[in-house]
Nanobody, 119 residues
């Protein structure tokens, strides 16, 4: 299963952005979607997660500003970010976990998309 992330870019502080993650390959079901971010010299941190039943969770630093969603028919997840701050600058990675068409579990990562918040 391959993931392709897109939508990053340069945004001014206070602005908004939506990043997307499309999954392709032999997918039977996707049980969870997650977005992580990483800045140089720091560990990758979980930003948002959506479980199979639709429950979501967010890091305290983005609560109320970021929203994770999915389009199951398209095997695609989104992260909408509002009121962006310079400290949100990072490479954003998506992760999908689920069951492949041949019955094997998978957990795949996207290639990362850079979000820069700067004036």
């Amino acid at each position: 299963v391959q993931l392709h992330a897109s939508g990053g870019g340069l945004v001014q502080p206070g602005g908004s952005l939506r990043v997307s993650c499309a999954a392709s390959g032999s997918i039977f079901s996707i049980n969870s979607w997650a977005w992580y971010r990483q800045v140089p010299g720091k560990q990758r941190e979980l930003v948002a997660i959506m479980h199979e039943d639709g429950r979501t969770g967010y890091a305290d630093s983005v609560m109320g500003r970021f929203t994770i969603s999915r389009d199951s028919a398209r095997n695609t997840a989104y992260l909408e970010a509002y009121s962006l701050k310079p400290e949100d600058t990072a490479v954003y990675y998506c992760n999908a976990a689920g069951l492949g068409s041949e019955g094997a579990d998978f957990s795949s990562w996207g290639q990362g998309t850079l979000v820069t918040v700067s004036s």
